[in-house]
């Protein structure tokens, strides 16, 4: 291993990063993440800070979780690799398929396809959709429908469904037939409404509006996140997805429910879905399925799509999509070991409590700082804190303020994250009572500096 000095030296020089500017980055190099413990990391300077990011809203389980590490480590012992293309399987993709289908059984799932990430689980999604309307008898259904400030990965599918244009604009053509209705952001919406059961209703009108527009018949699938995370921790109010799934209903449009972030135990429900009491027809996974031991994602399915691919007669049932890791036998490894640890820790009932004491703490600085113009939790352990430089005028606070809040925080003891002119938190959900305490004078601290 190279000394920390040639690190230093090295780093961003040949490595592009995601989500940042590679000139950028050789200039402003990024912190170099050496350890991890428990609900902290440590820098390569030795700086240990509390990570309220949770990796990327995905280590639920905490760095220390040992049955996970142990069940990745034996597998990589026993059976390192084999496909599961149609014709071989491996021992722990067959329980991993029977865990995940029992964990998703009250949101109605009955089916499951593993891939290695959010963004190939959202591809899936849309891609099997059109493939269920093809089977139906109705191929000229191929459109979707999303919702703006939604963040459902980054390949041309979920790019294309994407309601933030910094993930669209650079690389467009997108997929065409897709359209977006106004986000459920209180704060600031085309409706001017800050009631967030009347901006619901509105976003359902525009819905029934746009599927008129299109024409029902044209529509293939609508996705959204039960609360968008990567968007600015939006949360809809609770009436939303119910009626926008009450619609797909009524126009045979699928409904999936993107639960990457949300899924397992993030909202303080076992999925977002549940959080909000519906039923989707297909939910996508990631992150949290493995705690970010090992990269693994999925799709699931209710019995309504199983039924029309599995009796299928004429071989178009057939599923010509997959990765060459779908059901890895280390992913699957990592996935039964998790999904216990998860089950067995009650993740969602901590990240409930939790989460309402993160929240009542950051509404108590909005008290305290008036460059907070809106702050935005209380389901689970999804946090953001939107900054404005003037609360009155709502004008979004510069990024250079925003770095050195964001920098603050960290010197003080906190890793939180930037997304836009908001701080997102997403702890461990193992995280404690004490935990929540540090994370919030950290935040004191790092506002002290705008
Ligand atoms: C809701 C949602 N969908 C999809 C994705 C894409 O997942 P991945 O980065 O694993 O491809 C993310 C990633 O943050 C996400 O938050």
């Given at each position: 291993m190279k000394d920390i000095a040639d690190l230093k030296a090295m780093n961003a020089q040949q490595l592009w990063h995601p989500m940042g500017h590679p000139g950028e980055?050789?200039?402003?190099?990024?912190?170099?993440?050496?350890?991890?413990?428990?609900?902290?990391?440590?820098?390569i300077d030795g700086h240990t800070v509390v990570?309220?990011?949770?990796?990327?809203?995905?280590?639920?389980?905490?760095?220390?979780?040992d049955v996970v590490k142990q069940a990745i480590a034996d597998q990589l012992f026993k059976l390192p690799y084999y496909s599961a293309f149609a014709g071989t399987t491996n021992p722990q993709a067959i329980q991993a398929a029977d865990a995940m289908v029992n964990?998703?059984?009250?949101?109605?799932?009955?089916?499951?396809?593993?891939?290695?990430?959010?963004?190939?689980?959202v591809d899936t999604a849309l891609r099997l959709a059109?493939?269920?309307?093809?089977?139906?008898?109705?191929?000229?259904?191929?459109?979707?429908?999303?919702?703006?400030?939604?963040?459902?990965?980054t390949h041309f599918g979920g790019a294309s469904v994407n309601g933030n244009n910094r993930f669209r604009i650079g690389y467009e053509p997108l997929l065409p037939g897709c359209f977006h209705l106004p986000s459920p952001y209180a704060y600031r919406n085309p409706f001017n409404e800050s009631d967030p059961a009347t901006l619901a209703q509105l976003i359902a009108q525009a819905m029934e509006d746009e599927i008129t527009f299109q024409d029902p018949s044209t529509i293939a699938a609508f996705i959204?996140?039960?609360?968008?995370?990567?968007?600015?921790?939006?949360?809809?109010?609770?009436?939303?997805?119910g009626l926008l799934k009450d619609i797909c209903d009524r126009h045979g449009i699928l409904f999936i429910a993107d639960e990457v972030i949300c899924g397992f135990g993030r909202t303080g429900a076992w999925s977002g879905s549940r959080h909000w009491g519906?039923?989707?027809?297909?939910?996508?996974?990631?992150?949290?399925?493995?705690?970010a031991y090992f990269p693994v994602g999925a799709c699931l399915f209710n019995d309504k799509i199983a039924d029309v691919f599995e009796s299928d007669q004429s071989g178009e049932g057939s599923i010509w999509?997959?990765?060459?890791?779908?059901?890895?036998?280390?992913?699957?490894?990592a996935v039964n070991a998790c999904l216990s640890e998860t089950v067995k820790a009650d993740l969602k009932t901590n990240a409930a409590a939790r989460g309402d004491q993160l929240f009542a703490g950051v509404t108590q600085l909005m008290a305290e700082f008036d460059i907070i113009g809106d702050v935005r939790g209380g389901h689970g352990?999804?946090?953001?804190?939107?900054l404005v430089s003037d609360r009155g005028t709502k004008t979004p606070m510069d990024m250079a303020t925003i770095k050195r809040i964001h920098r603050a925080t960290y010197d003080a003891g906190t890793m939180v994250r930037i997304g836009g002119n908001n701080l997102l938190m997403s702890p461990p959900l193992i995280l404690t009572e004490a935990d929540v305490d540090r994370i919030l004078t950290c935040l004191r601290t790092g506002l002290g500096q705008a």
């Open positions: 980055l050789q200039k402003n190099a990024p912190v170099i993440i050496d350890t991890a413990e428990g609900v902290t990391i440590t820098d990570d309220a990011v949770g990796g990327l809203w995905c280590a639920n389980l905490g760095y220390s979780n964990f998703f059984k009250d949101d109605g799932m009955a089916r499951v396809f593993f891939t290695s990430g959010g963004s190939d689980s059109r493939q269920y309307h093809r089977l139906r008898g109705q191929p000229g259904r191929t459109k979707f429908i999303s919702l703006k400030k939604g963040y459902h990965g959204m996140e039960p609360i968008q995370g990567a968007g600015g921790v939006i949360v809809p109010d609770a009436s939303l997805m519906v039923q989707p027809d297909m939910m996508t996974v990631a992150k949290g399925v493995t705690s999509h997959g990765y060459t890791y779908s059901a890895h036998p280390v992913g699957m490894a352990l999804m946090t953001g804190i939107e």
